[in-house]
């Protein structure tokens, strides 16, 4: 049966994951928390040794500008979330969903999370696509599963761009 939806949408995917292996491969450990600015959002150890984001319940003004660290945990954690719901998980917290504590680990992390989102994906049919989804929008808003893989679509998208221009603007501030 022809799913031209998901097909799209994995063509996609498969695109912006190909833009996000450009940046990807091309980190080194130090990038992952190099501090672009003074104001930033990081991942930190606590008095456990578990890595945590910085966070705030109400987005600040300024926005903090994250690190590549930050980015990677952010990616983990609403990506997680979206294969969950997509499976009819629930997820976990944010409160405990954590940096791994280096950039290899992270690396790693998100490359299974895109393994997972594939199978996902794959297995997605057009009756799939319609079902109701609560994320990343409450289920009164109308959202389906198929907003849900736009939004995967294009929040990857964007934090794979900002990936990208804090590693070449630390790249350009070490020249």
């Not at 990616?75 to 976990?92: L, N, Q, S």
């Amino acid at each position: 049966m022809l799913t031209p939806r998901r097909d799209l949408l994995r063509w996609q995917f498969d695109l912006t994951w190909s833009l996000a292996g450009i940046h990807l491969d091309a980190l080194t450990p130090e990038d992952f928390l190099w501090e672009p600015a003074e104001l930033s959002w990081t991942v930190r150890p606590d008095a456990d040794g578990v890595w945590r984001p910085d966070w705030a319940d109400t987005e600040p003004d300024p926005v903090p500008i994250p690190t590549i660290g930050w980015l990677t945990w952010h990616i983990g954690w609403w990506w997680g979330a979206a294969i969950d719901h997509a499976e009819g998980v629930t997820p976990p917290a944010r409160e405990d969903v954590h940096w791994p504590g280096d950039g290899a680990a992270a690396i790693a992390c998100l490359r299974d999370l895109h393994g997972e989102w594939t199978r996902v994906l794959d297995g997605l049919d057009e009756t799939a696509l319609d079902r109701p989804s609560a994320y990343p929008w409450p289920a009164e808003a109308g959202s389906t599963v198929a907003h849900l893989a736009g939004w995967v679509n294009a929040e990857l998208m964007k934090n794979v761009t900002e990936i990208g221009h804090l590693r070449m603007l630390r790249a350009a501030s070490l020249a």
